[in-house]
């Protein structure tokens, strides 16, 4: 794995859901609409400078990422150093088709990722709520050959066919039925099943990977997918390239436990005590449509404490200095 260590890159998708510019977009967006959409933009679009932290975590502990691209709607944090030469704002205009545009659904913005300019074959991609608290070598994304590892929490099969038949028929669990869709496809077309879901945290990816599932093995499907400026029941979640990549023999599969990786529900509180009791490699501050504002005001304190260091990727933080 050394000779990769300086073509890894990581992506983020953030988005500043206070922003009154970008609010009036998607108001605007919604007001065209006819189908009874609605969202909830304080559980999924709010900004507790997660990614402050998150860059901070990622500087910390994988300090031989080579490029940061960061994914947003004409936005970017007020905070960041825009001018240090591993940061790169990617407008979602890049890299997205006119007609896929605007788009307030990270299920569609994440299948063009692909389409990033510069973008290294080997890449990491994650939201800005995850966060890195051990020092990981890249062998802990890529294993052999350099094929991605594959994380997934253990699911059986009778359980997901059940599931996807209930789901199916109801207007909520949007996010999951767009997972099982994944899972249905993969089956359909390869007759294979990974009894796992996503561990909802960062993982790792192949460029080339990409563009096969979204040009040619899925591309009738995906098609119909990006208009969909909203989330819907229709959608099909990105972990379609790691059940593609599973079955065609080009990824390695690892079961997650919480020491590996492991979710903070912000609704539920006592962020310390958990991190504290499982010591994760990895973690992600999932913050829903549960939570309320009074849980969101621990976000922040409990990062900050956690992640004390300003990065250099921070206006104000310490001078860049090349490791490569």
């Given amino acids: 794995m050394?000779?990769?260590?300086?073509?890894?890159?990581?992506?983020?998708?953030?988005?500043?859901?206070?922003?009154?510019?970008?609010r009036a977009k998607q108001q605007a967006a919604l007001a065209g609409r006819n189908d009874g959409t609605t969202i909830d933009t304080a559980g999924r679009y709010a900004n507790n400078d997660e990614l402050k932290y998150s860059l901070r975590s990622v500087e910390k502990h994988l300090p031989w990422v080579r490029?940061?691209?960061?994914?947003t709607d004409n936005q970017k944090p007020s905070w960041l150093e825009t001018q240090h030469p591993k940061i790169t704002i990617v407008d979602h205009r890049e890299i997205m088709p006119p007609e896929a545009l605007p788009c307030f659904n990270s299920c569609v913005i994440e299948f063009f990722l692909y389409r990033i300019p510069g973008l290294s074959e080997y890449f990491l991609y994650a939201n800005d709520d995850m966060f890195v608290n051990a020092d990981l070598a890249p062998s802990f994304f890529f294993g052999k050959e350099e094929f991605p590892i594959v994380r997934l929490q253990y699911l059986p099969f009778q359980r997901v066919e059940s599931r996807f038949?209930?789901?199916?028929?109801?207007?909520?669990?949007?996010y999951r039925k767009s997972i099982d869709?994944?899972?249905?496809?993969?089956?359909?077309?390869?007759?294979?099943?990974?009894?796992?879901?996503?561990?909802?945290?960062?993982d790792a990816y192949r460029k080339s990977d990409f563009a096969m599932v979204v040009e040619k093995v899925f591309k009738e499907e995906l098609q119909v997918t990006f208009t969909h400026q909203f989330r819907t029941d229709?959608?099909?979640?990105?972990?379609?390239?790691?059940?593609?990549?599973?079955?065609?023999?080009?990824?390695?599969?690892?079961?997650?436990?919480r020491k590996t990786s492991c979710r903070i529900r912000v609704h539920r509180g006592n962020f310390q005590e958990y991190l504290d009791r499982y010591q994760s490699d990895l973690f992600c501050l999932?913050?829903?449509?549960?939570?309320?504002?009074?849980?969101?005001?621990?976000i922040r304190p409990f990062l900050e404490n956690l992640f004390p260091e300003k990065?250099?990727?921070?206006?104000?933080g310490v001078s860049y200095c090349s490791t490569v």
């Fill in 2 to 22: 050394s000779e990769y260590i300086k073509q890894i890159d990581l992506v983020y998708l953030w988005v500043d859901g206070s922003d009154p510019l970008w």
């Fill in 67 to 71: 490029n940061i691209f960061i994914v």
């Fill in 165 to 174: 038949k209930k789901l199916m028929n109801i207007r909520t669990n949007t």
């Fill in 181 to 202: 869709r994944a899972i249905m496809l993969i089956k359909k077309k390869f007759g294979v099943y990974y009894p796992g879901v996503s561990h909802h945290n960062i």
């Fill in 234 to 257: 229709e959608d099909i979640q990105r972990i379609i390239f790691s059940y593609y990549t599973l079955a065609v023999s080009r990824a390695h599969l690892k079961y997650v436990t």
């Fill in 286 to 298: 999932n913050d829903t449509e549960r939570a309320t504002n009074e849980n969101r005001t621990l």
């Fill in 311 to 316: 990065s250099q990727f921070e206006k104000g």
